[in-house]
């Protein structure tokens, strides 16, 4: 309200494009996971300085984007789209694989993942698509939707990355969810999913698949193998209790017995440490920053911003539950970070690149409803 | 297109459409949320014992503690089982990169034979890799300097000591105290069945034989724990908690280490075996059995040669002579014999017998032969002891008879064991009818019961059982219990070893005991005695009795002659003599295979020990 009764009189963030509530919520979010990650290391100077480092690039990815009209992310979303997925193609044909998978792009001068950038194409893509027709949405548009969000999945799916391609598909999703899909088509696909799954496991899937599954279902069956993960997680969580053990004193963390605790499992080296109280801290968190987002979506102006806005947000809780759930043994493992707190790579820059398309998404809308 | 889009828009209907979206999207965010708290919440709070335990037990772990063996001293003070440091050579498989690389560099160093390479590289498969292995143990003291020079050339070897048996005094008390080995499987079930498997979580060995064995619970100690935190390779971070091992109680003997050596000493090349024993209480003052062995090669674990060697050995090294071997107790018993003769009536100190120099079995032709050809003459009760008369004891045994002789001797302990403290002990045989007729499948024959007189025909005994007799005849009936150990000590107290005497034998008269002990003494004191020669010239009193133990049976018409038969076939010397005769502070128990007369060659032998014995009692001067 401030801005429009002094246009010539803007604060700081205004002046950067930046929306504060979501801004102080990130920094908040990337703070706790500075501390976490700190204990989890194992107070490990390099990586702490090596996510430092890639905190200050995903924040200027942040910073960048929130200064482009949301026009220019409409304008580009065919594009980028159409790229990415050639890209993908070019992956599966001449890409680095690295830990067994082809996810690597070289580009002689970068190494570069296109999975990545479709992670906001394809909502991009999807919204703009939608946007371009009224809402709800007609069946036929929902079905030249659903393929819009299948192609790349199937694609990242072949690399493979499950986790990768997930949640691309629900990026998609959640755009023509939002976009007005109807309820019957929902409760259909709701039904379908079930009868699908005892389908495959009954003539699909190999016994090693299988196992997996009942791996999951019960990781006791299998504690020295692939059980092993969940279990350690689950004895983390568990012996936490409800203050926690305090931080750096995680016996489970520190003397190693968790795996993967600086990345995928750092949840569990956090709920250890900060018991309870710290996972409701965090959850809160999250649910601040999620509502936050629904927030400047419902704002948006037009609905192209509205859809890419609101998937985003919903995207971003996607990561939350899904690695959450995995660490603390209600879903499957599938490889999928602990958003803005975990160690590693790319995930962060893209999720920040997507949080600065929706400060941009909040802070453009009076310009654009003033032409 | 763009006319038809916005002819149909109305984005006040999508605006509240998305909105209702957004809101169902986020009704569905906080349902998953809960979703989450409430998982937490049961792994947290509903199940957070349970998983405390959990990790716990992945991060805490109990290290046994070997505790220090109980030292064994002899009557003096002196060291007879100590515990010294042994060093190896170990390495660390996860801090070695090469380890086949790293096994070469050390051999370079010290001498590993290309077998124990072998085997250290097997090992190696199957060991956790932060544990660390041996790789030569045992090591001299230069080796242990080259090691530690190069060690900083050699990442993840390292240098260990641990302690281990030794005994000083090598082979003279191997068959007393015994020793110490590796616990095999037999041992760790006997270990399981007894409860006490965690005692031994940190302990290899265990008491073989001997004292080692007998006394093994109070020699151990009690295991100490160290709780420690590990991380996930099982490396110890830091110590949480620790209860220091027991040591276990020192053991001393009441073995003479000094009268144990003149044993050995005086036996020499024989094979034998002496006991010394205060026949007031059962002491054992020298326990030694003549061949012995080393007992510091089966600590180290005997290697196959030099233990089929032992094994095989035709002087049999590896038997307790003591109280495994077994032979007839000859004229030895024949105090016994008066007593129970004296006790029931059958002879009185007055009575006399012709001796022609055989007996014959009323109705029976053949002679059983007296040791003197031409006979004793008229012989009474003290002559038939002093000079060990075989006919008047054919005599009186037929006299007795078989059952009441076994019955009697048994009370003496003849065919039980005596309870020394060593599990290795033969109950010798105390023939009787019963016996007969299950083991041979026979009537008892008449004469059996007349070499039965002179301690012959199926009799056997062990030396520690003639030891125990002895002591019950000098005690008039009263049995002390022989053991070597005479006492525990740990830090805060002595616990006694010596039980009190008890009566076996109820006396009638005490002045048959008396006649028996007399005859004994006249034995050795007065001319004509068999003993007479041996001690000649002592400055104590004493008595005893002389045996010759045929180790063949002759025909009646066969003259024994010790050149002409086989060195093993020669009669045993066995000699039991006590002094002084008045009030005995010391027995003697001396068997000596194959070496003849007892009179001549164990007799003398007796002599010396009492001779050593009283001259270091006086050099002591008012010690006990």
Not at chain 1, 274 to 295: E, N, P, S
Not at chain 2, 176 to 195: P, R
Not at chain 2, 232 to 258: E, Q, Y
Request: glycine residues 8%.
């Amino acid at each position: 309200m401030n801005l429009l009764k002094d246009p010539n009189h803007k604060g700081l963030l205004a002046k950067l494009h930046l929306d504060g509530p979501l801004l102080a919520g990130l920094i908040l979010l990337c703070v706790t996971g500075l501390f976490v990650l700190y204990s989890a290391s194992g107070q490990h100077w390099d990586m702490m300085a090596a996510h430092s480092t890639r905190l200050v690039f995903a924040f200027g990815a942040m910073l960048f984007l929130a200064q482009v009209k949301p026009q220019t992310f409409h304008f580009w979303a065919v594009p980028l789209f159409l790229a990415g997925t050639a890209m993908l193609v070019m992956v599966l044909a001449f890409g680095h694989v690295g830990k067994g998978a082809q996810r690597w792009l070289d580009l002689g001068f970068m190494k570069f993942q296109p999975s990545e950038v479709m992670k906001l194409a394809v909502p991009m893509a999807v919204a703009w698509y939608v946007s371009s027709h009224p809402l709800p949405l007609k069946f036929r548009h929902l079905i030249v939707g659903f393929i819009m969000c299948a192609i790349p999945t199937v694609l990242i799916q072949q690399q493979p990355d499950l986790g990768t391609s997930i949640l691309i598909f629900v990026a998609g999703v959640f755009v023509l969810f939002l976009g007005g899909m109807s309820w019957r088509i929902i409760t259909a696909i709701a039904l379908i999913i079930p009868v699908a799954s005892y389908t495959m496991w009954l003539f699909v899937m190999h016994d090693y698949q299988k196992r997996r599954v009942l791996t999951f279902l019960n990781p006791e069956s299998d504690p020295l193998g692939s059980g092993y993960h969940i279990i350690q997680s689950k004895i983390a969580i568990g012996s936490g209790g409800f203050e926690g053990k305090g931080w750096m004193h995680g016996t489970q963390s520190q003397l190693e017995f968790l795996p993967e605790r600086h990345t995928d499992f750092i949840f569990s080296v956090f709920s250890e440490e900060l018991g309870m109280i710290g996972v409701l801290f965090l959850l809160a968190l999250y649910a601040f920053i999620i509502a936050r987002g629904l927030i400047i979506a419902s704002r948006a102006q037009d609905n192209f911003s509205k859809l890419l806005a609101g998937s985003i947000t919903l995207t971003f809780f996607v990561y939350v539950f899904v690695n959450i759930g995995m660490v603390s043994g209600l879903l499957p493992v599938v490889g999928v970070p602990l958003p803005l707190v975990s160690y590693g790579g790319t995930s962060m820059v893209t999720l920040m690149a997507g949080f600065g398309i929706l400060m941009s998404v909040s802070t453009h809308k009076r310009l654009l409803a003033q032409q | 297109m763009i006319k038809k889009r916005q002819s149909i828009q109305d984005p006040a209907a999508e605006s509240q459409l998305f909105n209702q979206r957004a809101l169902f999207g986020y009704a569905v965010v906080l349902i998953c949320f809960f979703v989450v708290v409430f998982n937490q919440y049961k792994l947290q709070v509903v199940m957070h014992d349970h998983y405390v335990t959990r990790a716990d037990g992945n991060r805490i772990k109990l290290i046994p503690q070997p505790p220090n063996r109980g030292l064994i001293y002899d009557r003096n003070g002196i060291l007879l089982a100590e515990n010294r440091p042994i060093h190896s050579v170990e390495l660390i498989p996860e801090q070695v990169k090469d380890i086949s690389q790293t096994l070469m560099e050390i051999a370079k160093l010290i001498e590993i034979t290309p077998e124990r390479q072998q085997e250290f590289l097997k090992e190696v498969k199957y060991h956790r890799r932060f544990v660390s292995i041996a790789v030569k143990e045992h090591l001299t003291e230069q080796e242990v300097a080259i090691i530690a020079v190069n060690q900083h050339r050699l990442p993840g070897v390292t240098l260990e000591a641990r302690l281990t048996r030794h005994y000083p005094y090598g082979e003279l008390f191997t068959h007393a105290i015994g020793y110490i080995g590796k616990i095999n499987a037999k041992e760790l079930d006997k270990l399981e069945e007894e409860g006490v498997t965690a005692n031994y979580a940190a302990s290899r060995d265990i008491g073989k034989i001997g004292l080692e064995r007998y006394y093994e619970s109070q020699l151990h100690g009690q295991v100490g724990f160290q709780q420690v935190e590990v991380n996930n390779r099982g490396r110890v971070i830091r110590i949480l908690d620790s209860k220091p091992a027991t040591s276990g109680d020192d053991l001393i003997l009441s073995i003479d280490m000094h009268l144990q050596k003149k044993a050995k000493e005086l036996l020499g090349e024989n094979r034998g075996a002496i006991v010394a024993m205060d026949p007031r209480d059962g002491a054992v003052l020298a326990f030694y059995s003549n061949p012995s062995y080393d007992p510091n090669l089966f600590v180290h674990g005997i290697s196959g040669k030099n233990y089929r060697e032992l094994l095989n050995s035709p002087d049999r090294p590896l038997v307790n002579r003591v109280t495994q071997g077994v032979y007839p107790p000859a004229s030895t018993i024949k105090p016994h014999m008066a007593i129970l003769g004296l006790e029931h009536g059958t002879v009185t100190e007055q009575t006399r017998i012709p001796d022609p120099g055989f007996y014959k079995l009323p109705n029976y032709s053949r002679p059983y032969r007296d040791h003197v050809k031409w006979g004793h003459g008229w012989v009474d009760v003290y002559t038939a002891i002093t000079k060990s008369c075989d006919t008047y004891f054919y005599d009186l045994a037929v006299k007795l008879g078989i059952d009441r002789i076994s019955d009697y001797m048994k009370k003496f302990g003849f065919g039980s064991r005596t309870g020394i403290d060593v599990m290795e002990e033969s109950a010798g045989l105390m023939p009787s009818k019963e016996w007969k007729r299950a083991r041979h499948k026979q009537n008892w024959f008449p004469g059996d019961t007349v070499s039965l007189g002179i301690g012959q025909s199926y009799w056997s005994t062990t030396p520690m059982q003639l030891a125990l007799s002895t002591a019950i005849l000098l005690n008039d009936g009263l049995k002390p219990t022989p053991h070597m150990g005479r006492y525990f000590r740990n830090q805060s107290k002595d616990t006694s070893l010596i039980a009190p005497l008890e009566r076996v034998i109820e006396v009638k008269n005490p002045k048959n005991w008396q006649i028996s002990k007399e005859a004994m003494r006249q034995t050795l004191m007065e001319q004509g005695g068999t003993g007479f020669n041996a001690f000649k010239g002592i400055s104590y009193s004493a008595g005893g009795k002389t045996g010759t133990a045929q180790v063949i049976n002759m025909a009646a018409n066969q003259k024994y002659d010790a050149n002409a038969i086989k060195e093993i076939h020669r009669d045993n010397a066995m000699f039991i003599g006590y002094a002084p005769a008045e009030n005995p502070s010391i027995s003697l128990t001396v068997t000596v295979e194959n070496a003849g007369g007892g009179g001549s060659n164990a007799a003398p032998i007796a002599r010396k020990m009492m001779d050593y014995y009283f001259t270091r009692q006086s050099a002591a001067g008012a010690q006990p």
